[in-house]
């Protein structure tokens, strides 16, 4: 049978003994986020159950939604304590399917686990016929969509003699692909492929471990292995899951060990990288590396404003409920804090990044995107290669 059963919360001291007794694997997970983000992994399963710790209600709130929009037949339970019958009540309309108000036991989870495989095709119908008005939330607006795609067609156009220019340039300087795809996460979790310019040296990866004192946003030692990523890695071939970046691959075990102590350096940068070849020093200072994403935009899987679309490892390291936020947000080539202190001396550290992502998805509009794109416009020369 090809089922999910995940446990999100902290309190999991009694999983093991369990899922021992149910003969049944219990997938556990510290936060909503850590489920969200790997939706393309689970895609595809047949029967899926999540048995959630309650906490605040505004956490429950996103998070319960957010399973709901990830994992339509998936079958919601809260593990909670007393609860009022208006609390109740509050928790199913968020598309809660049964409570449990005490302890966990063999029985009753044995008890959803064989209601869940009877019904599951009812949980699929009831979440059809809401599908179209929950789905609007995370829609872009028309007039957004309209603009990017008015945009990257000109702006492709235009630039179409500049793009033929470093295209040839790239493949002069250096062997391997001319433009460079990584899995990124953008808006709703959604994973698609990132194009840029190839701005390094094909086998530079190799020695990445070398340069880690080098990340400007480095709060703590990294004492994990990273392996090596080509441009040309097949996402997927390994066996274990693997959290992929643009500069390395870890495995799962991996991630799990470093994701307690990393959250802080969720943004990898790295100052004077050797790794970087004289193009992509040019390309980069002007940010015409960026200029292929012109595709993703038109594809839909970008806007031209908007959070930084982050590599899945990046992703995975934002496990806090609190940065849910960022992800409900449109992907965008350019953002709020690419502008804030470009070509300035000042460095924004990773949080002021992520509360500039949240503070975006809050409050986006028109007329706020057309001044990120003025700023943006202002402020090619980047001190800080942004």
């Not at 990273?226 to 991996?254: H, N, P, R, W, Y």
């Not at 040019?282 to 679309?309: A, H, T, W």
Request: net charge positive.
């Amino acid at each position: 049978m090809n089922r999910l059963v995940c446990y999100i919360g902290k309190d999991n001291q009694q999983l093991p003994n369990l899922s021992k007794q149910l003969g049944e694997q219990i997938e556990v997970f510290p936060s909503y986020v850590d489920v969200l983000v790997k939706k393309q992994v689970y895609k595809g399963r047949e029967e899926m159950v999540f048995l959630c710790e309650q906490r605040t209600p505004a956490i429950d709130k996103k998070g319960l939604s957010g399973l709901k929009m990830a994992f339509p037949s998936a079958y919601l339970v809260l593990i909670a304590g007393a609860l009022t019958p208006k609390e109740k009540a509050q928790y199913l309309k968020l598309g809660v399917h049964d409570i449990i108000t005490d302890s966990l036991s063999v029985d009753k989870v044995q008890g959803i686990l064989s209601f869940y495989s009877q019904h599951q095709h009812r949980v699929r119908e009831a979440f059809l016929q809401q599908k179209e008005s929950a789905m609007k939330r995370f829609r872009l607006p028309i007039w957004k969509r309209t603009f990017d795609i008015i945009f990257a067609g000109l702006a492709l156009l235009v630039l179409s003699p500049l793009l033929v220019l470093v295209a040839m340039a790239i493949r002069l300087e250096s062997k391997g692909n001319i433009v460079y795809k990584s899995k990124r996460v953008g808006s709703n979790y959604t994973v698609f492929d990132f194009l840029k310019f190839r701005s390094m040296y094909v086998d530079a990866d190799k020695h990445l471990k070398d340069f880690s004192a080098l990340n400007q946003y480095q709060a703590t030692e990294n004492k994990v292995e990273k392996k090596a990523l080509d441009d040309d890695l097949v996402f997927g071939d390994d066996d274990q899951i693997l959290m992929v970046s643009d500069d390395f691959v870890l495995t799962e075990d991996a991630f799990i060990n470093l994701q307690r102590t990393k959250q802080d350096n969720a943004f990898v940068k790295l100052e004077k990288d050797p790794r970087i070849t004289k193009v992509g020093i040019f390309i980069r200072k002007y940010s015409i590396d960026e200029l292929p994403q012109l595709v993703n935009i038109l594809k839909g899987d970008m806007s031209v404003v908007g959070n930084r679309p982050l590599p899945l490892y990046e992703a995975e390291l934002l496990t806090s409920d609190e940065y849910i936020d960022r992800f409900m947000a449109p992907a965008g080539l350019t953002g709020l804090w690419q502008v804030e202190k470009r070509g300035g001396a000042g460095k924004l550290s990773a949080e002021e990044r992520k509360n500039l992502d949240i503070r975006y998805a809050k409050e986006f509009s028109f007329w706020m995107d057309m001044s990120i794109i003025f700023r943006t416009f202002t402020a090619f020369i980047q001190k800080e290669n942004v």
